[in-house]
């Protein structure tokens, strides 16, 4: 069965450094996101990515963040400079179709531990 | 954009008994609405999804939901619950206008033996 699949499953790095957090969406899905769930609470929105441009960002998805399909199968989110908040699970979803009753198919998660 | 509420961060029940978990929806144009499952260390897997066809949809595991728009929500139940149900369990809502989904805060299940 087709699936999302996110590396690395956990990154420890230090604050201010770079991170790149890569997914490889399911491979016929149209439409990408990345979604973030800080230790014990809610799943939060972060962004939308469909047809190489970014559709909607939330107020979290600041100048840090960004994304990029670099070569039509992998979708990235870098953190510019990371922060202690920045710390939490990070999930790549993808959708097949433009359809807002379609699943959203999610990756199991990278794990983002900021010291 | 629209919004869900999930009430009771936390329910515990016993194996065997019911499952109710809630779930009420911001808006005064019903959205598509969806129940995932989070299982330790593990992403969300669709449990069911609400597209304005049958108000009381049937879903993985044993699952389902009633859309009850008089009241707003969106209420996920289980007759009888079972240890491998012990899960989050977040409500979703996707906006008619937009094609992001917006999630509740999670309803953590406990079911005791």
């Known amino acids: 069965e087709p699936e999302v699949t996110q590396t690395p499953s956990h990154q420890v790095t230090q604050m201010g450094q770079e991170v790149i957090l890569r997914c490889v969406p399911i491979?016929?899905?149209?439409?990408f996101y990345w979604y973030r769930q800080i230790l014990g609470q809610k799943v939060e929105f972060l962004v939308s990515?469909?047809?190489?441009?970014?559709?909607?960002k939330s107020e979290i998805f600041d100048d840090q963040f960004s994304v990029e399909r670099p070569d039509g199968s992998n979708f990235t989110l870098k953190i510019r400079s990371t922060k202690l908040e920045d710390s939490a699970m990070y999930f790549c979803?993808?959708?097949?179709?433009?359809?807002?009753?379609?699943?959203?198919?999610f990756g199991e998660g990278s794990r983002l531990t900021v010291l | 954009a629209q919004s869900v509420t999930q009430l009771g961060s936390h329910v515990s029940v016993s194996e065997g008994a019911l499952v109710l978990l809630r779930c009420n929806y911001s808006?005064?144009?019903?959205?598509?609405l969806f129940w995932y499952v989070q299982y330790p260390n593990q992403g969300l897997q669709l449990l069911l999804k609400?597209?304005?066809?049958?108000?009381l949809v049937k879903g993985i595991n044993g699952f389902e939901a009633e859309f009850k728009k008089s009241e707003t929500s969106f209420h996920l139940t289980k007759p009888s619950a079972h240890m491998s149900d012990a899960a989050e369990y977040f409500c979703?809502?996707?906006?008619?206008?937009?094609?992001?989904?917006?999630f509740g805060a999670g309803t953590r299940l406990t079911v005791k033996p």
């Open positions: 979803a993808s959708k097949e179709s433009g359809q807002n009753t379609g699943e959203l198919f």
């Open positions: 609400y597209t304005s066809a049958a108000t």
């Open positions: 808006s005064s144009v019903p959205p598509y």
């Open positions: 979703a809502v996707s906006d008619r206008d937009n094609n992001d989904m917006r």
């Open positions: 491979s016929n899905h149209l439409y």
């Open positions: 990515f469909y047809n190489n441009e970014i559709s909607e």
